[in-house]
């Protein structure tokens, strides 16, 4: 069955340092793979995917991630991140099949120190 | 830019009563979606709609849950006798369809009292 892990539910950085959100997915299809951001209170927001291609994916909001098939990983990356970036992270996987539903991680929250 | 509209933001409403979350979806977009968000939890799916007909529900689907798109734009879930579990942010979501992504709504937060 179809799953994405999201092993770190908090995470707490400071203004100006880097991060990386780990998402871990088992799919049993060539897998298409999506990062949503979500500030309190609103709706989810796209900030990349992956559907084929180059494994390094570049999004909005200077996000990247990284699409490692050995690993069954596509983790988050931002060289530096700024206090706006607090928010709830979700990956997600989908699949190439026409209707196919996506499913979301259980999210990770962004909290950034001044 | 083409965006889901979800109406109302939010709705309050006594345990027992109906309610109907409406969703316009973006125009040309195919598949349609509801998903979840019990407060502090994940997103999860509950039913992908296509051609008219639910496509895949979920096990949270279920007989007091029901979906139509009843004009041709409008994409609406209805539940029937609401819970107090069903307190919730509810989501829409289109998509164009395969190897395209789903676009979400701002979600209509739904308080069962």
């Known amino acids: 069955a179809q799953s994405v892990t999201q092993p770190d539910i908090h995470i707490t950085v400071s203004e100006g340092a880097s991060l990386e959100l780990r998402c871990n997915y088992s799919?049993?299809?060539?897998?298409?793979l999506f990062w949503y951001v979500q500030s309190p209170g609103q709706g989810l927001q796209l900030l990349l995917k992956?559907?084929?291609?180059?494994?390094l994916v570049q999004g909005i909001k200077g996000f990247e991630a990284e699409f490692k098939r050995s690993q069954s990983s596509f983790n988050l990356r931002k060289p530096s991140v700024h206090w706006s970036d607090a928010a709830e992270y979700f990956c997600?996987?989908?699949?190439?099949?026409?209707?196919?539903?996506?499913?979301f991680g259980k999210g990770t929250r962004l909290h950034i120190l001044p | 830019e083409p965006e889901v509209t979800q109406t109302p933001s939010h709705q309050v409403t006594q345990m027992g009563q109906e309610v109907i979350l409406r969703c316009v979806p973006i125009?040309?977009?195919?598949?349609f979606y509801w998903y979840r968000q019990i407060l502090g939890q994940k997103v999860e799916f509950l039913v992908s709609?296509?051609?008219?007909?639910?496509?895949?529900k979920s096990e949270i689907f279920d007989d007091q849950f029901s979906v139509e798109r009843p004009d041709g734009s409008n994409f609406t879930l209805k539940i029937r006798s609401t819970k107090l579990e069903d307190s919730a942010m509810y989501f829409c979501?289109?998509?164009?369809?395969?190897?395209?992504?789903?676009?979400f709504g701002q979600g209509t937060r739904l308080t069962v009292v």
């Open positions: 979501a289109s998509s164009g369809g395969a190897a395209s992504e789903a676009f």
């Open positions: 799919y049993g299809a060539t897998p298409y």
């Open positions: 992956y559907f084929s291609g180059d494994t």
């Open positions: 997600a996987v989908g699949s190439m099949n026409r209707d196919d539903k996506i499913i």
């Open positions: 125009s040309n977009h195919l598949y």
């Open positions: 709609f296509y051609n008219n007909e639910i496509s895949e």
